[in-house]
């Protein structure tokens, strides 16, 4: 059976299942969520929540905000440059960005970069560690990062403009608009980032070249109730980016890259009875232009559209029994310079279910199964399970099988693509400790995982080098998440952090991956009286190896950096704010990656008007 025709039999049955239900129907919620499954099905794994203001004491940019914040590594090509991540020690290409419940990993590449991201278009920001193959497919084995448009329904109009200006012409806009009634809710944003980027480089004259970048990013959320059992929404985002890449010596040739993307999602909720239908139907672009020399006219090019249609059926069995299904199916059509023209398709079905044992004790169950018409997919599961011993004390337990299907880089590439590659194979296993006592809270877990056909880029016998399942990695660690705040009379204090230890060997040679730090730390503090409030940031990577033997001679130092701002409200409803932010405080000289020097200590002055 096709994966057009496994989706149309399963979603005709489960409407007919819906409609024969005649219970009383579930009032809509004031506030909709857009992304259930995150909020519904995952209690047995560490999910981290960015809240708006965590995310406007941070840069615009999705990896400033994660760096600061999370235990989660990013290699970044300097600053505004390319940025991949390495959560709980798996590659860029194992991580996922799920916007909306959709999962927006380039087809081309099978990542985010992150530095093409903006943080001020979301209500919050969630950070999952684990795997969630099952709810968001591909590439979901490190853990995802969760973008939330979330619409509330209530009487509401509010402007917010921010608007930030820094050392080397760094430019930062944002407007957003809010309004909502009991039957209308909308959200829009727009922001504007640019830099010259042309910092002066720590203990040399040299400055950064060829390093400027903007982009524009605009979106928008609507949602309408059509009656108590209806809603529709609609999100959209269109970004725009030119990044000139940074050299990395005087006689090298100027190179720039621009990227032009869109995501359109409709969705459509109907609340019958005990159960509860949603369905998604997504429209999403990706296109790029790279030019070898900005100096001529020629570029290389390519993109990939993507029709994704997602229905959600959820039905509550008993007041403790809850049942979810999920079927979706995509089609990728891509062209370009390298690959060709291309497609494929992919069917899935995701079963869920959780169940209250007690007050105390629930566990969940979920397994996927996909099909193909370029690959074969396994069956992926979770089982996960909490205990509540106390009021105090919480134990977690999750088990799950992942994968990440090959991308279209790695199937069509020109020459080097390999149409027989597998999906990369992965098991993890997690055990998580939660405690949380008046204002203090603190989350430690540890893990372990095994990936099994691991893609990686080869050279060939014919010299050219080409994608094979070759690599066997094994991976354990353990993970911190700390908070504390305490108010009293008109002061506010506020403490978070986070630390990782990450072992992350290639089976081989028994090898640290490179680019993955055996320690991370964060910590950020922020102290408020009346209109004033001051915070610090300090973030720790150990030292990082970039070589695939370990080699010494070819170790990335480890590093400190901390972030220092002040701010001043002038009104007593947050109506206006001025502030500044000094970034790099300590002038620290570290680099991510080889001779991609990072900035030195850099000032921002920043004005928030809210009305």
Request: glycine share 6%; aromatic share 16%; hydrophobic share 35%.
């Amino acid at each position: 059976m096709t994966a057009k025709k496994l989706l149309l039999l399963s979603i005709v049955l489960s409407c007919q299942f819906v409609l024969a239900q005649n219970k009383v129907a579930i009032p809509l919620n004031e506030v909709v969520v857009s992304d259930n499954q995150l909020k519904n099905f995952s209690s047995s794994q560490s999910v981290q929540k960015l809240n708006d203001s965590i995310i406007s004491k941070n840069q615009s940019s999705l990896t400033s905000l994660l760096n600061y914040t999370t235990a989660i590594y990013f290699k970044e090509n300097g600053l505004g440059m390319v940025s991949s991540p390495s959560f709980r020690g798996t590659t860029s290409q194992q991580t996922v960005v799920v916007w909306n419940g959709i999962n927006i990993n380039s087809q081309l590449l099978g990542q985010t970069d992150f530095n093409t991201v903006s943080t001020r278009g979301y209500n919050s920001i969630d950070v999952k560690a684990g795997g969630g193959s099952v709810v968001y497919g591909s590439g979901a084995i490190g853990g995802t990062i969760h973008l939330n448009n979330d619409l509330k329904f209530t009487n509401t109009f509010k402007n917010n403009f921010e608007i930030y200006y820094g050392d080397f012409n760094t430019l930062s806009a944002i407007y957003g608009l809010t309004a909502a009634t009991n039957k209308w809710s909308a959200n829009a944003s727009f922001s504007r980032n640019s830099s010259d980027n042309d910092f002066k480089f720590i203990g040399k004259e040299a400055r950064n070249t060829n390093g400027q970048y903007y982009n524009n990013s605009f979106s928008t959320a609507l949602g309408y109730k059509i009656n108590a059992q209806n809603s529709i929404k609609f999100y959209s985002q269109i970004y725009d980016g030119e990044r000139h890449f940074s050299l990395t010596s005087l006689y090298a040739t100027k190179t720039k890259y621009e990227d032009y993307n869109t995501r359109n999602l409709l969705t459509w909720t109907s609340y019958i009875g005990r159960s509860v239908s949603n369905f998604k139907l997504a429209y999403i672009t990706e296109h790029y232009k790279y030019f070898e020399d900005v100096e001529s006219q020629g570029f290389t090019s390519g993109g990939v559209k993507s029709l994704i249609a997602k229905y959600d059926f959820a039905y509550q069995l008993s007041p403790k029994m809850n049942w979810n299904a999920i079927l979706d199916y995509t089609k990728n059509k891509g062209v370009g310079s390298g690959i060709g023209a291309n497609s494929r398709e992919i069917g899935g079905l995701s079963m869920l279910f959780q169940q209250s044992l007690s007050q105390d004790w629930n566990y969940e169950i979920s397994a996927r199964k996909e099909v193909s018409d370029v690959y074969k997919s396994p069956v992926v599961f979770s089982v996960g399970s909490t205990y509540d011993f106390s009021e105090i004390y919480r134990l977690k337990f999750n088990f799950s099988r992942n994968y990440r299907i090959p991308t279209f880089n790695d199937l069509y590439w020109e020459a080097s693509g390999n149409p027989d590659l597998k999906p990369e194979n992965s098991y993890q296993v997690e055990v998580g400790n939660q405690f949380q006592y008046n204002d203090f809270r603190l989350t430690a877990t540890v893990y372990a995982s095994k990936i099994d056909d691991m893609i990686r880029w080869l050279p060939n016998n014919s010299g050219n080098w080409s994608p094979v399942n070759t690599d066997k990695v094994s991976i354990y660690g353990a993970e911190a998440l700390l908070g504390w705040n305490k108010r009293w009379n008109a002061h506010f204090l506020d403490f978070n952090g986070t630390y990782a230890y990450t072992v992350s060997l290639d089976e081989k040679n028994n090898k640290q991956l490179f680019y993955v730090p055996y320690h991370k730390i964060t910590a950020s503090s922020s102290y408020s009286y009346k209109k004033w409030n001051a915070y610090y940031q300090f973030m720790f990577t150990g030292e990082v190896f970039t070589t695939s033997d370990n080699n010494p001679k070819y170790i990335l130092s480890d590093y400190n950096v901390s972030n220092f701002g002040i701010d001043y409200n002038f009104s007593k409803k947050d109506v206006c704010k001025i502030g500044f932010k000094i970034a790099n405080l300590w002038n620290e000289k570290y680099e991510a990656l080889p001779s991609r020097l990072m900035p030195g200590r850099n000032l921002t002055l920043y004005l928030n008007l809210n009305y």
